[in-house]
T-cell receptor, first 117, second 117 residues
Protein backbone atom coordinates (compact mmCIF):
# COMPACT_ATOMS: atom_id res chain seq x y z
CA UNK A 1 0.00 0.00 0.00
CA UNK A 2 1.29 3.44 -0.97
CA UNK A 3 1.67 5.46 2.18
CA UNK A 4 3.56 7.95 4.30
CA UNK A 5 4.42 6.59 7.74
CA UNK A 6 5.13 8.83 10.69
CA UNK A 7 6.30 7.80 14.11
CA UNK A 8 5.44 8.25 16.87
CA UNK A 9 1.73 9.12 16.70
CA UNK A 10 1.80 10.75 20.11
CA UNK A 11 4.71 12.18 22.06
CA UNK A 12 4.94 14.05 25.35
CA UNK A 13 8.34 15.45 26.19
CA UNK A 14 10.00 18.04 28.38
CA UNK A 15 11.50 21.34 27.37
CA UNK A 16 15.02 21.01 25.99
CA UNK A 17 15.08 17.25 25.43
CA UNK A 18 16.06 16.54 21.83
CA UNK A 19 13.61 14.48 19.82
CA UNK A 20 13.18 13.14 16.31
CA UNK A 21 9.94 12.42 14.47
CA UNK A 22 10.46 9.97 11.66
CA UNK A 23 8.79 10.02 8.25
CA UNK A 24 9.07 7.40 5.55
CA UNK A 25 7.34 7.04 2.16
CA UNK A 26 7.24 4.01 -0.14
CA UNK A 27 6.18 5.76 -3.35
CA UNK A 28 9.61 6.83 -4.60
CA UNK A 29 8.52 10.46 -4.31
CA UNK A 30 11.19 13.11 -4.77
CA UNK A 31 9.42 15.86 -2.83
CA UNK A 32 8.80 15.66 0.91
CA UNK A 33 7.63 18.26 3.36
CA UNK A 34 6.81 18.84 7.02
CA UNK A 35 3.84 20.86 8.22
CA UNK A 36 2.54 21.84 11.60
CA UNK A 37 -1.16 22.32 12.26
CA UNK A 38 -2.40 24.76 14.86
CA UNK A 39 -6.01 25.84 15.56
CA UNK A 40 -7.02 28.85 13.53
CA UNK A 41 -3.78 28.83 11.56
CA UNK A 42 -4.28 25.84 9.30
CA UNK A 43 -1.19 23.96 8.18
CA UNK A 44 2.11 25.80 7.83
CA UNK A 45 5.15 24.44 6.08
CA UNK A 46 8.23 23.91 8.25
CA UNK A 47 10.79 22.46 5.83
CA UNK A 48 10.74 20.76 2.49
CA UNK A 49 13.06 18.66 0.39
CA UNK A 50 13.16 18.53 -3.40
CA UNK A 51 15.38 15.43 -3.42
CA UNK A 52 18.14 13.62 -1.55
CA UNK A 53 20.49 16.08 0.17
CA UNK A 54 18.35 19.03 -1.00
CA UNK A 55 16.37 20.71 1.76
CA UNK A 56 15.08 24.22 2.32
CA UNK A 57 13.14 26.28 4.84
CA UNK A 58 9.41 26.68 4.69
CA UNK A 59 7.38 29.35 6.43
CA UNK A 60 8.08 28.42 10.07
CA UNK A 61 11.51 26.73 10.26
CA UNK A 62 12.75 28.20 13.56
CA UNK A 63 13.57 25.52 16.12
CA UNK A 64 13.52 22.66 13.62
CA UNK A 65 16.04 20.72 11.57
CA UNK A 66 15.63 18.13 8.85
CA UNK A 67 17.82 15.80 6.84
CA UNK A 68 17.33 13.84 3.62
CA UNK A 69 20.04 11.22 3.37
CA UNK A 70 17.78 8.70 1.63
CA UNK A 71 14.94 9.28 -0.77
CA UNK A 72 12.35 7.53 1.36
CA UNK A 73 13.13 9.15 4.75
CA UNK A 74 12.72 12.72 5.94
CA UNK A 75 13.07 13.02 9.73
CA UNK A 76 12.13 16.14 11.66
CA UNK A 77 14.49 17.04 14.48
CA UNK A 78 13.78 19.30 17.42
CA UNK A 79 17.15 19.97 19.04
CA UNK A 80 15.74 21.81 22.06
CA UNK A 81 11.94 21.64 22.08
CA UNK A 82 9.95 24.43 23.67
CA UNK A 83 6.26 24.60 24.67
CA UNK A 84 5.44 26.74 21.61
CA UNK A 85 6.31 23.72 19.47
CA UNK A 86 3.38 21.82 20.94
CA UNK A 87 1.39 21.04 17.81
CA UNK A 88 0.14 18.43 15.39
CA UNK A 89 2.78 17.59 12.81
CA UNK A 90 2.28 16.12 9.35
CA UNK A 91 4.74 14.73 6.90
CA UNK A 92 3.77 14.70 3.23
CA UNK A 93 5.26 13.61 -0.06
CA UNK A 94 4.56 14.09 -3.74
CA UNK A 95 6.00 13.52 -7.15
CA UNK A 96 8.17 16.42 -8.23
CA UNK A 97 6.42 18.04 -11.16
CA UNK A 98 8.57 21.04 -11.91
CA UNK A 99 8.05 22.09 -15.50
CA UNK A 100 5.33 19.54 -16.17
CA UNK A 101 2.38 21.84 -15.72
CA UNK A 102 0.59 19.32 -13.55
CA UNK A 103 0.47 18.29 -9.94
CA UNK A 104 -0.65 15.08 -8.31
CA UNK A 105 -1.15 16.57 -4.89
CA UNK A 106 0.31 15.33 -1.67
CA UNK A 107 0.04 12.12 0.32
CA UNK A 108 -0.02 12.82 4.04
CA UNK A 109 1.04 10.78 7.02
CA UNK A 110 -1.37 10.21 9.91
CA UNK A 111 0.20 12.91 12.03
CA UNK A 112 2.24 13.20 15.21
CA UNK A 113 0.73 15.00 18.16
CA UNK A 114 3.60 16.54 20.12
CA UNK A 115 3.23 18.05 23.58
CA UNK A 116 6.19 19.88 25.12
CA UNK A 117 5.85 20.59 28.84
CA UNK B 1 0.85 38.55 -1.81
CA UNK B 2 -0.28 35.06 -2.73
CA UNK B 3 -2.74 33.58 -0.28
CA UNK B 4 -5.73 31.32 0.22
CA UNK B 5 -8.64 32.11 2.49
CA UNK B 6 -11.49 30.18 4.03
CA UNK B 7 -13.79 32.88 5.36
CA UNK B 8 -15.92 30.64 7.59
CA UNK B 9 -14.52 28.94 10.67
CA UNK B 10 -17.61 26.76 10.93
CA UNK B 11 -20.50 25.78 8.70
CA UNK B 12 -23.63 24.13 10.09
CA UNK B 13 -25.98 22.21 7.83
CA UNK B 14 -28.95 19.93 8.34
CA UNK B 15 -28.60 16.41 6.96
CA UNK B 16 -30.06 16.15 3.49
CA UNK B 17 -29.52 19.82 2.71
CA UNK B 18 -26.90 21.05 0.25
CA UNK B 19 -23.64 22.28 1.68
CA UNK B 20 -21.05 24.80 0.54
CA UNK B 21 -17.64 25.41 2.06
CA UNK B 22 -16.03 28.53 0.67
CA UNK B 23 -12.49 29.11 -0.52
CA UNK B 24 -10.93 32.09 -2.26
CA UNK B 25 -7.39 32.66 -3.38
CA UNK B 26 -5.13 35.50 -4.40
CA UNK B 27 -2.43 34.73 -6.92
CA UNK B 28 -0.93 35.89 -10.16
CA UNK B 29 -1.00 33.20 -12.80
CA UNK B 30 -2.84 29.90 -12.73
CA UNK B 31 -3.24 28.08 -9.43
CA UNK B 32 -3.56 24.39 -8.78
CA UNK B 33 -6.39 23.96 -6.25
CA UNK B 34 -7.11 21.17 -3.80
CA UNK B 35 -9.56 20.21 -1.09
CA UNK B 36 -8.58 17.96 1.78
CA UNK B 37 -10.67 16.62 4.66
CA UNK B 38 -9.53 15.77 8.17
CA UNK B 39 -11.58 13.54 10.43
CA UNK B 40 -10.89 13.58 14.19
CA UNK B 41 -7.54 12.04 15.09
CA UNK B 42 -6.79 11.30 11.46
CA UNK B 43 -4.50 12.65 8.77
CA UNK B 44 -5.55 14.64 5.75
CA UNK B 45 -7.42 12.86 3.01
CA UNK B 46 -7.50 14.11 -0.55
CA UNK B 47 -10.98 15.00 -1.85
CA UNK B 48 -10.48 16.61 -5.23
CA UNK B 49 -8.30 18.93 -7.29
CA UNK B 50 -8.48 21.41 -10.12
CA UNK B 51 -5.51 21.60 -12.45
CA UNK B 52 -7.00 22.67 -15.78
CA UNK B 53 -9.99 22.00 -17.99
CA UNK B 54 -13.60 21.73 -16.84
CA UNK B 55 -14.37 24.20 -14.08
CA UNK B 56 -16.57 21.71 -12.24
CA UNK B 57 -14.52 19.03 -10.54
CA UNK B 58 -15.99 15.90 -9.00
CA UNK B 59 -14.25 14.15 -6.16
CA UNK B 60 -14.60 11.55 -3.44
CA UNK B 61 -17.71 10.92 -1.28
CA UNK B 62 -20.02 12.87 -3.61
CA UNK B 63 -18.20 16.19 -3.22
CA UNK B 64 -17.59 18.60 -6.07
CA UNK B 65 -16.02 22.01 -6.45
CA UNK B 66 -16.31 24.78 -8.97
CA UNK B 67 -13.33 26.79 -10.11
CA UNK B 68 -14.32 30.39 -10.80
CA UNK B 69 -11.42 32.34 -12.22
CA UNK B 70 -13.16 35.72 -12.29
CA UNK B 71 -14.10 35.45 -8.61
CA UNK B 72 -10.87 33.61 -7.69
CA UNK B 73 -12.89 31.03 -5.82
CA UNK B 74 -12.97 27.26 -5.47
CA UNK B 75 -15.98 26.46 -3.29
CA UNK B 76 -16.60 22.90 -2.14
CA UNK B 77 -20.15 21.62 -2.55
CA UNK B 78 -22.30 18.58 -1.97
CA UNK B 79 -25.96 18.28 -2.99
CA UNK B 80 -27.08 16.37 0.10
CA UNK B 81 -25.07 16.46 3.33
CA UNK B 82 -24.61 13.46 5.62
CA UNK B 83 -23.85 13.45 9.33
CA UNK B 84 -20.70 11.49 8.45
CA UNK B 85 -19.47 14.48 6.41
CA UNK B 86 -18.83 16.33 9.67
CA UNK B 87 -15.10 17.07 9.67
CA UNK B 88 -12.49 19.78 9.18
CA UNK B 89 -12.06 20.84 5.56
CA UNK B 90 -9.00 22.52 4.11
CA UNK B 91 -8.63 24.33 0.84
CA UNK B 92 -5.07 24.36 -0.49
CA UNK B 93 -3.25 25.91 -3.41
CA UNK B 94 -0.06 25.32 -5.32
CA UNK B 95 0.78 28.62 -6.90
CA UNK B 96 3.36 27.47 -9.36
CA UNK B 97 4.53 24.08 -10.47
CA UNK B 98 7.30 25.52 -12.55
CA UNK B 99 9.50 27.79 -10.48
CA UNK B 100 11.82 26.79 -7.69
CA UNK B 101 10.08 25.38 -4.62
CA UNK B 102 7.00 25.18 -6.80
CA UNK B 103 5.57 22.11 -5.13
CA UNK B 104 4.62 24.06 -2.00
CA UNK B 105 1.07 23.48 -0.89
CA UNK B 106 -0.37 26.52 0.89
CA UNK B 107 -3.38 25.85 3.12
CA UNK B 108 -6.32 27.89 4.24
CA UNK B 109 -7.13 28.00 7.94
CA UNK B 110 -9.78 25.30 7.68
CA UNK B 111 -13.56 25.17 8.01
CA UNK B 112 -15.28 22.92 10.51
CA UNK B 113 -18.35 21.37 8.92
CA UNK B 114 -21.07 20.17 11.26
CA UNK B 115 -23.97 18.24 9.81
CA UNK B 116 -26.87 17.69 12.18
CA UNK B 117 -29.93 15.47 12.05
Amino acid sequence: EAQVTQNPRYLITVTGKKLTVTCSQNMNHEYMSWYRQDPGLGLRQIYYSMNVEVTDKGDVPEGYKVSRKEKRNFPLILESPSPNQTSLYFCASSLSTRGQGYHYGYTFGSGTRLTVV
Amino acid sequence: AQSVAQPEDQVNVAEGNPLTVKCTYSVSGNPYLFWYVQYPNRGLQFLLKYITGDNLVKGSYGFEAEFNKSQTSFHLKKPSALVSDSALYFCAVIFSAVTGGGNKLTFGTGTQLKVEL
